[in-house]
């Protein structure tokens, strides 16, 4: 499933002109540490607009991004800015964390690791806003996520936000590795965790003070979400308990993180026991669910592909059916 | 919580749901059978999608002992003899005898859905594309049967294949140092020693059906003349 082709060439790009000629022909002019020339980057990978190959993954989903969106201002809560008011509303929380990219520093110029960083970020971006999320904070290659908000539904948040973790986990995983194993670099790797507050689980309000402030949720279920990304493991996601039980049809795909370990301590995420609370993590089966999508098929090998919605004679040639086909010698007697 | 011991089927279905993700079974007590159902999507060897497929496997107990049945209940594929399915959906993937063989030989169920039915729906979206069959086909009904006899068996006529399912039917042992059934002068050995074996592995059931159709051929053509 190549719907990161078109994110991957600038990566591309930068490592082989790394270090080479120490003008980046493609994406800085001059000196590299200080004339990073972001105009190219952005032709290369416009902010507002899909590149090609993800662009056709959005048409086969049924969505379209919204590329109005600003970092750290959910639309539902942004008039909670510079007031004392607060609401209580449900959202999904999600930590996305891209370990082992600082190894990136020790191997190129800072230029390639801004362009590389900011092809990955770009990617999370518009994957993001394409299942209707909404991007609160970037920390380095990683982000924070909100999923939901007045207008969508919990289950639809929670699918979206699932849909959302398994084809960035898979980018990470596929995509990326293969171009980072071309050269050598060890495993760039995700851990996704998230989580679900109910309304009455969620406070919406501003923290900080005056300009150095941001609306933003109070929330024990984000910060369990932020917890949890730390226990997945390499390219895993793991879910609150509150996901599972919003998610009724998804239940193969989930176990608890203590059948992982071993250790029955790692069956709850967090536990107050003078009242009887425990709260459960589980292991999410991200490429298992991703196969059963209906935008998704698997191909001869077990390889995930994206369903176009066109018709194959439009992008494909019948003889790559042939090998397949051929061996294939029906006969009729009925 | 009593645990049951999944089946040999459930093993089975359990280790092809990696490539076949959308599909699930259930089981028929009625009728002492599996019923796989579902998606089954179609790529090509590059991986491009190509269509999806809606099929209903039947499984009969025991497993893995007869061919399942499968169906094609998205109608794709038009319904008529030249596209070797039924007027209900029922797919002939290949002649029955290599089918039966095939199970007789360890043919499980990732061995059929990827060697058998994969290539067979895969095979009707190249013809759908205007290519026709990427393959050979099967004659239809008993022609089908004596193609069988010639291509993959080297039993080129009728009154040939009728003397080597007559000589197993009566059970005569024939030495492998002897001439030869089919006359060709050659000891059995080097000549059709693995048909024989291939005609015993068949069975007594397949081989009687096949010695009357061949008999009625005979008769036929006599007529004919």
């Given at each position: 499933m190549n719907i990161y082709e078109d994110y991957l060439q600038p990566i591309r790009k930068a490592i082989a002109a790394d270090g080479q000629t120490r003008t980046y022909s493609e994406f800085a002019g001059g000196n590299v540490r200080n004339k990073i020339n972001l105009r190219a980057l952005n032709e290369a990978m416009p902010e507002k607009r899909l590149l090609p190959s993800l662009e056709q993954f959005a048409d086969a989903v049924g969505l379209k991004p919204d590329f109005t969106q600003k970092l750290g201002s959910h639309p539902d809560f942004a008039h909670l800015k510079h007031t004392e008011d607060t609401e209580e509303h449900y959202i999904v929380s999600m930590f996305v964390d891209v370990r082992r990219s600082t190894q990136l520093y020790g191997r190129y110029e800072p230029a390639t690791v801004f362009v590389i960083n900011n092809a990955i970020q770009r990617a999370a971006i518009h994957t993001a806003l394409i299942f209707g999320g909404?991007?609160?904070?970037?920390?380095?290659?990683?982000?924070?996520?909100?999923?939901?908000?007045?207008?969508?539904?919990?289950?639809?948040?929670?699918?979206?936000?699932?849909?959302?973790?398994?084809?960035?986990?898979?980018?990470?995983?596929?995509?990326?590795?293969?171009?980072?194993?071309?050269?050598?670099?060890?495993?760039?790797?995700?851990?996704?965790?998230?989580?679900?507050?109910?309304?009455?689980?969620?406070?919406?309000?501003?923290?900080?003070?005056?300009?150095?402030?941001?609306?933003?949720?109070?929330?024990?279920?984000?910060?369990?979400?932020?917890?949890m990304q730390a226990n997945a493991v390499s390219n895993g996601i793991v879910i609150g308990d509150h996901i599972k039980k919003e998610a009724a049809l998804l239940q193969e795909f989930f176990t608890p993180v203590c059948l992982r370990t071993g250790k029955e301590t790692d069956r709850y995420i967090f536990e107050i026991p003078k009242k009887g609370f425990r709260y459960t993590q589980h292991d999410f089966d991200w490429l298992k669910f991703l196969k059963k999508q209906d935008y998704i098929a698997t191909d001869f090998s077990g390889n995930i592909q994206l369903k176009r919605k066109q018709a194959p004679a439009v992008y494909a040639n019948s003889n790559n059916l042939a090998p397949i086909a051929v061996k294939s010698k029906p006969y009729y007697d009925f | 919580m009593i645990f049951k011991k999944p089946t040999l089927f459930e093993k089975d279905f359990a280790a092809i749901s990696d490539l076949y993700p959308k599909l699930r079974y259930s089981r028929d007590e009625k009728h002492k059978s599996w019923v796989i159902s579902g998606e089954l999507d179609i790529c090509d060897a590059t991986g491009l999608y190509w269509d999806?497929?809606?099929?209903?496997?039947?499984?009969?107990?025991?497993?893995?002992?007869?061919?399942?049945?499968?169906?094609?209940?998205?109608?794709?594929?038009?319904?008529?003899?030249?596209?070797?399915?039924?007027?209900?959906?029922?797919?002939?993937?290949?002649?029955?005898?290599?089918?039966?063989?095939?199970?007789?030989?360890?043919?499980?169920?990732?061995?059929?859905?990827?060697?058998?039915?994969?290539?067979?729906?895969?095979n009707q979206l190249h013809r759908l594309s205007r290519q026709g069959y990427a393959g050979e086909e099967?004659?239809?009904?008993?022609?089908?049967?004596?193609?069988?006899?010639?291509?993959?068996?080297?039993?080129?006529?009728?009154?040939?294949?009728?003397?080597?399912?007559?000589?197993?039917?009566?059970?005569?042992?024939?030495?492998?140092?002897?001439?030869?059934?089919?006359?060709?002068?050659?000891?059995?050995?080097?000549?059709?020693?693995?048909?024989?074996?291939?005609?015993?592995?068949?069975?007594?059931?397949?081989?009687?059906?096949?010695?009357?159709?061949?008999?009625?051929?005979?008769?036929?053509?006599?007529?004919?003349?």
């Open positions: 909404y991007i609160h904070r970037l920390q380095g290659d990683g982000l924070f996520a909100y999923f939901g908000g007045k207008n969508m539904s919990i289950k639809d948040a929670v699918n979206r936000a699932l849909q959302f973790a398994s084809v960035y986990s898979y980018f990470v995983k596929h995509d990326l590795k293969e171009v980072f194993e071309q050269q050598g670099i060890e495993q760039i790797y995700t851990r996704i965790g998230v989580d679900l507050g109910y309304d009455e689980d969620v406070v919406w309000a501003m923290a900080g003070i005056g300009e150095i402030s941001e609306v933003t949720t109070f929330s024990l279920h984000t910060n369990l979400a932020s917890k | 999806t497929f809606q099929v209903l496997i039947i499984v009969r107990h025991p497993y893995p002992v007869h061919v399942p049945n499968i169906f094609e209940r998205s109608t794709i594929i038009p319904r008529t003899e030249a596209w070797h399915i039924s007027e209900y959906g029922e797919c002939c993937l290949d002649i029955p005898h290599n089918l039966k063989l095939a199970f007789k030989r360890g043919m499980r169920l990732a061995g059929f859905m990827h060697e058998k039915v994969y290539p067979y729906f895969a099967y004659d239809h009904r008993f022609e089908g049967v004596m193609q069988y006899y010639k291509e993959e068996l080297n039993l080129p006529t009728p009154i040939l294949a009728t003397q080597f399912i007559k000589s197993i039917l009566d059970k005569k042992i024939i030495d492998r140092n002897s001439a030869c059934l089919c006359g060709s002068g050659r000891k059995t050995k080097k000549c059709h020693l693995a048909v024989l074996h291939t005609l015993t592995e068949l069975g007594e059931k397949v081989l009687r059906h096949d010695l009357v159709n061949f008999e009625q051929w005979e008769v036929s053509l006599a007529g004919n003349n």
